[in-house]
């Protein structure tokens, strides 16, 4: 399948960085940050082919070559990409970036271009580079070469140590205006009031609601919310739901998110927007903020091997509790 034209907010950024390459601008050491599934890979990628095409600079990547047909392969000896890779002890996928992988990188990159033109490393995530890691790259970051770019992709610089971002130039990533987001959701194929719904439960994030409108997300997230109201109502029991919740565990983080985003809906209807699915919002907003705070929590533990659904069915009769006074059996 041919991948997608770049959107309008991708190609924007796209041209900034070519416009810095061709004057001669373009730093050795690109951070291209923002949020998660707007793009940056395939900016990334895109720009890593017009840095390694043969054609003039002054045009785009030609796709005809030989750089641009070794790298559609998956050959290409001057571009490395370093992110996950299965640790051979466990045959599981590593959750951080190591120290052997950027010494694999350094040692690469300290030869010439095989092939005589630029050489491009991409770094996706880069904020999952562990110490080492990071510590090693750094001193690949501290000798720049002449036509050699490292792209790093991070939807949480914050998490990168200074002293690899301060030696970065900064492509930022932001959400793009709602008409423009809606457009490029209905070129793909989406209908406009899915699209509008999607793009509003993505808090106008496109990626993200393309991604739910393809992946069954945002149908996941009506029967999610109706059972949250529920529970609220005192018509389902939190343990049945908990268990529900977590009968497919890898849906049971996007669960808790669509949850902790319709809390604080339901938060902001207090002071007078919509409330999520005719809730009342609670007299107790100090109760709510607290209740806010432990879901979150209980969302950053989901990545242990806990049991999770106890620990959610409690939060779910906490949650009936703070609800009970406003929210009437039916
Ligand atoms: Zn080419």
Do not use: Y
């Not at 907010?9 to 373009?26: F, V």
């Amino acid at each position: 399948m041919e991948p997608r034209p770049l959107a309008p907010w991708q190609q924007q950024r796209l041209d900034a960085a070519l416009a810095a390459w061709r004057a001669g601008r373009l730093g050795h050491a690109q951070l291209l940050c923002g949020p998660e599934a707007i793009g940056k890979r395939a900016v990334a990628e895109a720009l890593t082919a017009r840095l390694l095409c043969e054609a003039a600079p002054a045009l785009p990547a030609c796709g005809e070559c030989r750089s641009c047909r070794l790298l559609a392969a998956g050959s290409h000896p001057d571009f490395r990409l370093v992110t996950f890779e299965v640790n051979e002890n466990t045959d599981k996928l590593r959750r951080e970036l190591v120290v052997e992988q950027v010494r694999a990188l350094s040692g690469s990159m300290q030869m010439t271009a095989q092939r005589g033109g630029a050489q491009v490393v991409l770094i996706d995530p880069a904020d999952a580079l562990n110490t080492a890691a990071a510590n090693a790259l750094l001193k690949t970051l501290e000798e720049p070469a002449p036509n050699r770019f490292l792209l790093l992709l991070s939807a949480e610089p914050q998490r990168l140590p200074a002293t690899i971002r301060s030696r970065c130039q900064r492509l930022e990533f932001a959400l793009p205006p709602r008409a423009e987001a809606l457009a490029w959701l209905e070129a793909g194929g989406h209908a406009p009031a899915r699209a509008a719904e999607a793009l509003e439960a993505a808090a106008g994030h496109p990626g993200l609601a393309d991604a739910w409108l393809r992946g069954g997300g945002l149908a996941l997230r009506e029967a999610t919310l109706k059972e949250w109201a529920a529970v609220a109502r005192g018509i389902a029991s939190p343990l049945t739901t908990a268990q529900h919740w977590f009968a497919e565990p890898e849906t049971a983080p996007l669960r808790l998110r669509f949850v902790a985003d319709a809390t604080l809906a339901l938060a902001r209807a207090a002071a007078g927007a919509p409330a999520p699915l005719g809730l009342t919002p609670p007299g107790d907003l100090d109760k709510l903020a607290r209740w806010f705070d432990s879901l979150n929590r209980l969302r950053q533990q989901l990545a242990a091997p806990l049991r999770h659904e106890l620990a959610l069915a409690g939060l779910l009769a906490e949650w009936r509790a703070l609800m009970a006074t406003t929210e009437t059996r039916r």
